[in-house]
């Protein structure tokens, strides 16, 4: 079946500028992961969602960072007035249930801001 | 957070075995795991053991793990040239459900 699917692919844009990151979890995978990886560093957790509840959003640097997921299935990672060190790739990742599920990840989004 | 170390880079010949070492802090993990990245591409899911066991192996993967020393390595035999990747070690987060990687290990394989 298919995968995790994240869109788009790369995205530039200015500083002070709104974006959205979309992700398209695998069928049926009721958690949903966000994590953000810098250049050279290993991903780093932004928000867990279970369901269509964020459920842990402690990863998440600031208040200019905002995620939903409405009807369980599809989510929206929102950064407005993006700056400089946002830039990152955003990786996407779902798994069939919560704790201790084994996630699977998505190609991911790579964000660069001028 | 805790911590996950990996050696950065690990350079072998075609053909040769590869060991990649990684070390955790969280004793309350229940999984680990390994994930390659290969360049511009996200993560794919290698393997994992769980917590209980001290050894698994799935084809050309072993995988050790060493609870008392917080250790676990991941070895692939019969090194080819599209093993050439970085390899995140990974540890479930004391929340359950929240991994903690490693800042991966650079594997290069030459002919």
């Known amino acids: 079946g298919a995968g995790v699917s994240q869109t788009p692919s790369n995205k530039v844009t200015e500083k002070g500028k709104y974006v959205e990151l979309r992700c398209d979890p695998i069928s049926g995978h009721t958690a949903l992961y966000w994590y953000r990886q810098s250049l050279g560093q290993g991903p780093e957790f932004l928000i867990y969602?279970?369901?269509?509840?964020?459920?842990?959003d402690s990863g998440l640097p600031n208040d200019r960072f905002f995620a939903v997921r409405p009807e369980g299935s599809v989510s929206t990672l929102k950064i407005q007035r993006t700056e400089r060190g946002d830039s990152a790739v955003y990786l996407c990742a779902s798994s069939l249930g919560s704790e201790s599920e084994t996630q699977y990840f998505g190609p991911g989004t790579r964000l660069l801001v001028l | 957070g805790e911590d996950v170390e990996q050696s950065l880079f690990l350079s072998v010949r075609e053909g040769d075995s590869s060991v990649i070492n990684c070390t955790y802090t969280d004793s309350s993990s229940t999984y680990l795991y390994w994930y390659k990245q290969e360049p511009g591409a996200g993560l794919q899911l290698l393997t994992y053991i769980f917590s209980n066991m001290d050894m698994k192996q799935d084809q050309r993967l072993t995988v050790l793990l060493n609870k008392k020393d917080k250790h676990l390595s991941l070895r692939i035999a019969d090194t080819q040239t599209g093993d050439s990747a970085i390899y995140f070690c990974a540890e479930t987060s004391n929340s359950g459900y929240a991994l903690n990687f490693g800042k991966g290990t650079s594997l290069l394989v030459t002919p």
């Open positions: 969602f279970q369901g269509t509840g964020a459920a842990d």
